[in-house]
């Protein structure tokens, strides 16, 4: 196998999960919290996955600049969510993000 179509295979990786954890992420922010408030007051928790759901929707038509959003998002993360303080976050939440950002803007192929 050659290296554009490694390439080309790990950017699809990526974006799928990206895309699976972008609404996974959404649907658990509107829906948590929401047999108390309603689901509608509940939006206001589901905004910054609301943006990255459109960091991977520009990373599916721009890659690289869909990919940089997203380690930029990554970061957004550690600081919105203190996952200094909160390891689990940090792993399971920020260091995800920027890792598939990374692979999208430095998969691709031509």
Do not use: H
């Amino acid at each position: 196998m050659d290296k554009q179509k490694i390439c080309m295979y790990l950017a699809y990786f990526a974006k799928s999960l990206l895309l699976v954890l972008a609404v996974g992420w959404l649907i658990f922010a509107l829906l948590s919290g929401a047999e108390n408030s309603g689901l509608f007051k509940n939006i206001p928790n589901a905004l910054p996955w609301i943006v990255l759901l459109i960091f991977v929707c520009i990373a599916f038509r721009w890659q690289i600049l869909g990919g940089i959003l997203i380690i930029f998002f990554g970061i957004f993360t550690i600081i919105f969510f203190s996952a200094i303080q909160f390891i689990w976050i940090l792993f399971l939440i920020s260091l995800p993000l920027m890792i598939l950002g990374a692979i999208l803007s430095l998969t691709v192929s031509k």
